[in-house]
């Protein structure tokens, strides 16, 4: 599943015959309470007295019937994504580390919650990070059980890499790439590099260069599994490098190591000044459109594969969440401007006006004639 944040458009894109829900449970019942009792304006004692949210994952068949929890997870999961066959589920979760940790051996006679911080990146802007890290887990689906994938002393993926989305699955189910910043010390640089590891769970393996020191995200397989991309910066230090697009190929596309001698191995945007902010693969493995920021507007281009043609094929405004229909050219979009709110547009023109009466007044084919429904069969996508 793949999913875009701040509403921009989502995409649940499921290999079976149901949809991952990824549900943010909340006590409504006591904010009436809350509410009737307030006679002033709110305070700190007020705002941390609201219960919190969390999340698990639950799957609800298309074909009707109810939703079913599938993860158990205490601390809550994130980022679901469908293993290829359908037997489970990818999640982020945070989980004590390490497990015993110094406060616990200080609960005799004069108990305590002062703590030892001995890593500088005890904390990450509001987050703190102190006694705990970020796994990758693979939830198995008739069992809810949840493996650790990454028991190592690091935060997999990476936090705050700037990355859309740092987990990606090969097609073939036999190898997880990830970002993560491997350095024992991670306050202090942005080395973050692409590692791989198999489905269930095996030693991390770099797979970008060591030698450059900026920071590498956003990995993903090409639909056919012969190659895998990221975003990568070149220079070190802060996270303001420009964005180039890295392709790796493997051969026979069944997730074998990849090799690096080869003609579509290489930076796909060498020689240009601008930044890839996101992107996403064709369908056919043979072209990718990226959304490039580009004079303060965020234009989508066309990189054709092989050869790195870049083509500018939709310009102004702020153009995010591409998705791209099968026949490879129809794009499904959201396009906002100073004027305008976030709109779905396919292919250059706009599909909503937030009016009823919005499909009815445009000269647009129904959504199956684009193959976005039909082509996914039992999976659905949405947007909000």
């Not at 991309?229 to 070190?236: I, Y």
Request: with cysteine; proline share 6%; glycine share 10%.
């Amino acid at each position: 599943m793949e999913r875009r944040k701040n509403g921009m458009l989502e995409r649940w894109n499921v290999g079976m015959s149901s949809v991952v829900l990824l549900i943010l449970t909340f006590q409504l019942s006591i904010i009436p309470t809350v509410l009737s009792a307030q006679r002033h304006s709110i305070t700190f004692e007020d705002y941390i007295a609201l219960m919190s949210v969390s999340a698990q994952v639950w799957v609800l068949p298309i074909a009707g019937g109810d939703a079913r929890r599938v993860s158990h997870v205490p601390d809550g999961v994130s980022d679901p994504l469908w293993l290829p066959d359908g037997s489970g589920l990818l999640v982020v979760s945070d989980i004590k580390w390490p497990a015993n940790q110094e406060i616990d051996q200080r609960n005799g006679q004069y108990p305590t919650d002062a703590r030892i911080w001995t890593g500088l990146m005890w904390r990450h802007w509001d987050d703190f990070r102190a006694g705990k890290r970020q796994h990758l887990f693979r939830v198995d689906l008739a069992t809810g059980k949840a493996t650790d994938l990454t028991p190592d002393d690091h935060d997999v993926p990476a936090i705050a890499t700037s990355g859309d989305g740092d987990v990606a699955i090969s097609p073939d189910g036999q190898v997880i790439a990830v970002a993560m910043h491997g350095d024992s010390t991670v306050a202090d640089n942005t080395n973050v590099d692409i590692y791989l590891i198999g489905p269930e769970g095996a030693t991390l393996r770099p797979l970008s260069t060591r030698d450059e020191r900026g920071a590498d995200n956003t990995p993903r397989f090409s639909p056919d599994g012969t190659m895998l991309s990221w975003l990568s910066m070149e220079r070190a230090g802060f996270e303001a490098d420009r964005q180039r697009l890295m392709l790796l190929a493997f051969p026979g596309g069944r997730g074998r190591r990849p090799a690096n001698a080869s003609g579509q191995s290489g930076e796909a945007t060498a020689g240009w000044n601008l930044s890839v902010g996101s992107y996403t693969w064709c369908p056919n493995s043979k072209c990718i459109y990226a959304i490039v920021e580009e004079r303060g507007r965020d234009n989508i281009y066309r990189i054709d594969i092989p050869g790195f043609k870049r083509t500018r094929v939709v310009v102004g405004g702020v153009n995010t969440g591409v998705q791209v229909g099968p026949d490879n050219k129809t794009l499904a979009y959201l396009h906002q401007t100073n004027t305008q709110p976030a709109e779905v547009w396919v292919s250059g023109k706009a599909l909503t006006h937030h009016t009823d009466s919005a499909l009815a007044t445009l000269d647009l084919p129904p959504l199956e004639e684009f193959g976005f429904l039909g082509a996914l069969g039992d999976s659905v996508f949405g947007w909000s």
